[in-house]
């Protein structure tokens, strides 16, 4: 069994920044990737960046390119620092994990950018 924990969520003011956590627990040890999607009410579920677990290698949405960076370390967690970020950033992240056993989700952090 996995578990995804998921914090750092929050609000914050137009070209602020914020960084999310998530903390992978329990059956881990065959994963491929852990990284961040992203869901506003009404659409569908997007990909914001992800990380190898094997190699460290790193895909960016577009939507993210030059101001999220994702990384991890050794304790299979993973951060999402996010920069500059917009109105159009508002709405809940969710954690993802991918194994040789399935597809795991984190229970999502709201991430409000206001001014």
């Known amino acids: 069994q996995v578990q995804l924990v998921e914090s750092g969520g929050g609000s914050v003011q137009p070209g602020g920044s914020l960084r999310l956590s998530c903390a992978a627990s329990?059956?881990?040890?065959?994963?491929?990737?852990i990284g961040w999607f992203r869901q506003a009410p009404g659409k569908e579920r997007e990909g914001v960046a992800c990380?190898?677990?094997?190699?460290?290698?790193t895909v960016y949405a577009s939507s993210g390119k030059g101001r999220f960076t994702i990384s991890r370390d050794v304790k299979s967690t993973v951060y999402l620092q996010m920069n500059s970020l917009q109105p159009a950033d508002t709405t809940v992240y969710y954690c993802?994990?991918?194994?040789?056993?399935?597809?795991?989700w984190g229970q999502g952090t709201q991430v409000t950018v206001s001014s």
């Open positions: 993802n994990l991918r194994t040789v056993l399935g597809t795991y």
């Open positions: 990380i190898s677990l094997s190699d460290g290698s």
């Open positions: 329990g059956d881990t040890l065959n994963s491929y990737t």
